[in-house]
């Protein structure tokens, strides 16, 4: 368990030293990529990355390695960069959350949200999987697709996989990352709508996790409700218990009007746990899953429904909705990602340099956020409970991996502070997150 600020640091400048004596499984080319010694070494290039914010390249080389008359070109830092395979940052990211991981618990469970955020890159109309020409005279575009795991009570990122905007597949993601997860406690993953799918509930159900999902309401078409027989009344908590099945033999074609009973799964759909085409001479196959349909009502008066497997004996749907309320804090991640942490101030066109910038943007974050934990704040005789400003915090972290600042940054963090102010509430602003151009940066 780490207990300061520097043995964070020294437990990611130990990662990177290991990384460098792998080298050759991330560089293009082992027998000669940074073989000699020089001033953009690997270990170097790998600590400007983690360390960029959202000015051009230019303004960012000369914050690291100040002005003077060897000051390291552009130019030189592209090339070197070019070197390193985008699975690089990749792997020092998901190696940080493996060493860093300490889990806060909510009633025991720990808390873990998944969502999918759209990253605007700079437009090329030849990477097909991503361009998307516009629409009503609006200017082309390319868009990637982060799909992520949130701890929603450490406040950091546990896994993260990067898409191509027009293949992406935000289920396929999830239920990888479930798949691939390691918690040594009971968990609870919360998602919003979009993860809605029969496979998804079937791989945390055999990861032996539980889920609190938000779907589709009032049995819309397409949704999981508009496939059962549910109560009339506005609010309710229905327990359904399925038998899943890809065959549509006559003898289960009669079983399935039983539509609380069991459900058949077309062979387009995705179901890990089925063969993807029944064998109409053998048994038909079922897959059993059980899960609460739970409707309640909000504050502003309209309705929700989500989907769990959770004991309704200490999870009533009163607090299933306080539990779903927390899922928020994924989506306050993404905003303070891309606007605080510089998610959308990449400094390259090349999409591998971009997947290169978005997990040292994702290790960056969680590196702020372990080191903000070690920072005391003052709650006495204050009208508010503080907490640290997470810019600020941010940028004193930043020093901190160029080691410009005392080895004791969350003494200065504690000095920049926030009152949290619970109940406040605005409308959801939803407009696009352009690419921010190389010529229009902060100086």
């Not at 293009?28 to 000699?36: A, S």
């Not at 510089?342 to 372990?370: C, D, P």
Request: hydrophobic share 40%; charged share 25%.
């Amino acid at each position: 368990m780490l207990h300061t600020a520097a043995e964070v640091k020294e437990m990611l400048t130990n990662l990177i030293h290991h990384l460098k004596s792998t080298k050759n499984l991330y560089v293009k080319n082992p027998e000669k990529d940074f073989t000699r010694e020089r001033k953009l070494s690997f270990e170097k290039v790998i600590t400007c990355l983690l360390g960029m914010g959202g000015g051009s390249l230019a303004n960012e080389l000369m914050d690291q390695f100040g002005c003077n008359a060897d000051l390291v070109t552009v130019s030189a830092f592209i090339q070197q960069r070019n070197k390193l395979l985008p699975s690089a940052l990749e792997t020092l990211f998901h190696r940080f959350v493996e060493k860093s991981e300490c889990a806060s618990l909510y009633e025991g469970y720990r808390l873990l949200a998944v969502d999918g955020s759209a990253l605007q890159i700079p437009t090329d109309k030849n990477d097909m999987d991503s361009f998307f020409p516009g629409a009503s005279n609006k200017e082309p575009y390319n868009l990637l697709h982060l799909n992520a795991m949130y701890d929603l009570l450490t406040h950091t990122y546990t896994d993260a996989i990067l898409q191509k905007g027009r293949v992406r597949d935000e289920t396929r993601a999830l239920t990888d990352m479930v798949d691939r997860a390691v918690s040594t406690h009971p968990t609870i993953l919360l998602a919003d709508r979009g993860f809605e799918s029969y496979n998804v509930f079937a791989h945390i159900q055999e990861k032996g996790w539980h889920y609190l999902i938000r779907v589709k309401d009032g049995g819309v078409n397409g949704g999981i409700g508009h496939g059962l027989d549910l109560p009339s009344q506005d609010e309710f908590d229905v327990p359904i218990h399925l038998l899943l099945t890809r065959s549509q033999s006559k003898e289960n074609k009669k079983l399935l009007t039983n539509r609380n009973k069991y459900k058949h799964i077309h062979y387009s759909q995705n179901f890990d746990f089925l063969p993807q085409k029944a064998d109409s001479e053998a048994h038909a196959l079922f897959y059993k899953i059980s899960f609460r349909l739970v409707r309640f009502r909000l504050p502003n008066g309209t309705y929700e429904t989500v989907i769990t497997n959770l004991n309704p004996e200490s999870f009533p749907s009163i607090k299933l909705k306080q539990l779903y309320a927390m899922r928020w804090g994924i989506e306050n991640s993404f905003r303070q990602l891309k606007h605080t942490v510089g998610l959308l101030h990449f400094h390259a066109k090349k999409a591998e340099f971009i997947q290169q910038e978005v997990f040292a943007r994702l290790l960056m974050y969680n590196f702020t956020e372990l080191i903000t934990a070690f920072a005391v704040i003052d709650k006495d005789d204050k009208r508010y409970t503080y907490q640290a400003n997470f810019s600020v915090a941010m940028h004193i972290c930043r020093l901190f991996i160029r080691s410009n600042t005392p080895s004791k940054p969350e003494i200065f963090i504690a000095k920049f502070i926030t009152p949290i102010r619970p109940g406040r509430s605005a409308p959801r602003v939803r407009t696009a997150k352009s690419f921010a151009n190389f010529s229009y940066r902060t100086a």
